[in-house]
Antibody, heavy 122, light 109 residues
Framework: QLQLQESGPGLVKPSETLSLTCTVS??????????WDWIRQPPGRGLEWIGG???????YYKPSLKSRVTISVDTSKNQFSLKLNSVTAADTAVYYC??????????????WGQGTPVTVSS | SSELTQDPAVSVALGQTVRIACQGD??????ASWYQQKPGQPPVLVIY???NRPSGIPDRFSGSSSGNTASLTITGAQAEDEADYYC????????????FGGGTKLTVL
């Protein structure tokens, strides 16, 4: 059974960089059928797609976050990572990593991590 | 703001049928996927593709699509179906590959 687990600091100071890692177990990131994404959910609000990475390293970002986001993949460790710089209180959220399957007719997220809460506060 | 539109809240009597809708231009090109999220838990995929259910999802959940609208139908809603439901689709505008609807809070009365 595939499992995804987020890890990283739960508290980040304003203007600093949020860094999270997602470790994939029970399967390989080296799979041409899937993308590996980050999604967040601010308290009491809906899901927001941040961006994703393909195992070969190509990346895709939400346009409004693109200037602050870097997503990378380390296939040797079966991990992918998120860096979000210049954070503000608006970046406070539960951050999820998830696997996305993409075909010609659509896409879906079939596996999700449990989520990790991140608070931006001094 | 989301380019997939969902009603913020819907209610259904126990055992009755409810339809949750998702509207957006991308749905003219791509199927939606649907996720159930209960408080404090990650989303769970319930419908994807034309009308596919992952293993373990009850068959009272079904999906359909017409024009720019996708729908999730729960036939015979149960108390445990009370949750937030999100639709998701590939984005056809070229801005980014993925978008989510704003979510629908389903209350089972």
């Amino acid at each position: 059974q595939l499992q995804l687990q987020e890890s990283g600091p739960g508290l980040v100071k304003p203007s600093e960089t949020l860094s999270l890692t997602c470790t994939v177990s029970g399967g390989s990131i080296n799979n041409s059928n899937y993308y590996w994404d980050w999604i967040r959910q601010p308290p009491g609000r809906g899901l927001e797609w941040i961006g994703g990475v393909y195992y070969r390293g190509s990346t895709y970002y939400k346009p409004s976050l693109k200037s602050r986001v870097t997503i990378s993949v380390d296939t040797s460790k079966n991990q992918f990572s998120l860096k979000l710089n210049s954070v503000t209180a608006a970046d406070t959220a539960v951050y999820y990593c998830a696997r996305r399957y993409v075909i010609w007719s659509g896409a879906h997220f079939d596996y999700w991590g449990q989520g990790t809460p991140v608070t931006v506060s001094s | 703001s989301s380019e997939l539109t969902q009603d913020p809240a819907v209610s259904v009597a126990l055992g009755q049928t409810v339809r949750i809708a998702c509207q957006g231009d991308s749905l003219r090109s791509y199927f939606a996927s649907w996720y159930q999220q209960k408080p404090g838990q990650p989303p769970v995929l319930v419908i994807y593709g034309k009308n596919n259910r992952p293993s373990g999802i009850p068959d009272r959940f079904s999906g359909s699509s017409s024009g720019n609208t996708a729908s999730l139908t729960i036939t015979g809603a149960q108390a445990e179906d009370e949750a937030d439901y999100y639709c998701n689709s590939r984005d056809s505008s070229g801005n980014h590959p993925v978008e989510f609807g704003g979510g629908t809070k389903l209350t089972v009365l």
